[in-house]
């Protein structure tokens, strides 16, 4: 078995190098510089050279707000990107492993979303992801679609990082009590997608943590955790005019997944706790 991870310089690339360098794991791994997926010539050239039999992919534009703006940029990272990979991918019949958001929904829901439940994004964000599904779906079948939502793990890319730097240069936080989802960390995600991935699975699922929270709820969390004494007010989603509508009830049901693979996922405040057990810095 041969992985070649794209997006290497992300959070959730490290913690796939992190541990497959542990186990031992044959794998190569390229950032943005060394392999941009909207570049197909790129990706045919790499892709056809080293012969994977399994390619993660962990290239994204992340920046909810900026893609407001560079909506080209989004889409030719989370739309484009995938397409490419997809193509040369099914061509050498490689197994595509994509990650994808909540944001693919409008948050109206009254309940956890399954994977059954249709799409429909506020933002373009989430118009970008969800084409990036898409094209995936449309050009193979030996692929692997992750929904997930609120990551986190070591390194700034995080909304916990932020958090550390709000802390430490503000005398008090505001953090909006009415936007839930589900906080769920790049350790999850990666453990879930290797057993996945020994089990054959292909398709699309939903992988968060289980259970859910606002981000009130889950500052608050982090911030007992960690022992930081900051006053905290709840706000609303609308009091900070962002330029990207968020849905703001988006939580994922983790129950296929776990049906699947017959395991349980932990909750999300347990897996913050083990977070900080299993020796990251945020």
Request: charged residues 25%; glycine residues 6%; hydrophobic residues 35%.
């Amino acid at each position: 078995m041969k992985i070649l991870i794209t997006g290497a310089k992300g959070q959730l690339a490290r913690e796939f190098i992190r541990q497959f360098t542990q186990k031992g794991t044959e794998f190569v791994d390229f950032s943005r510089e060394e392999l941009d997926v909207s570049d197909f010539k790129a990706v045919f050239k790499i892709i056809k050279e080293i012969k994977p039999t399994i390619v993660i992919n962990c290239a994204a534009y992340n920046n909810v707000d900026g893609a407001e703006k560079e909506k080209e940029r989004a889409f030719l990272v989370n739309a484009i990107g995938p397409y490419n990979l997809s193509v040369v991918c099914s061509d050498i019949k490689a197994l595509l492993i994509h990650f994808s958001t909540d944001y693919v929904f409008d948050g109206t829901k009254e309940g956890l979303y399954t994977e059954e439940d249709e799409p429909n994004p506020l933002n373009e964000y989430g118009k970008s992801k969800l084409w990036g599904e898409r094209f995936i779906q449309e050009n193979m079948e030996n692929y692997l679609i992750f929904r997930t939502s609120w990551v986190y793990g070591e390194g700034t890319q995080n909304f916990l990082y932020k958090l550390n730097q709000w802390a430490k240069n503000q005398e008090y936080l505001r953090i909006a009590c009415d936007e839930f989802s589900v906080p769920t960390s790049t350790r999850t995600i990666v453990e879930v997608t290797l057993k996945a991935i020994e089990q054959g699975l292909t398709g699309l699922y939903h992988l968060v943590n289980s259970g859910y929270a606002s981000r009130f709820e889950w500052t608050r969390e982090y911030f007992r955790l960690k022992g930081i004494d900051k006053f905290i007010y709840p706000a609303y989603q609308s009091d900070f005019n962002l330029p990207a509508k968020r849905p703001r009830f988006s939580p994922m049901s983790n129950d296929k997944i776990c049906k699947r693979l017959g395991i349980e996922i932990r909750h999300w405040k347990d897996e913050l706790i083990a977070f900080f057990q299993y020796s990251y810095e945020v």
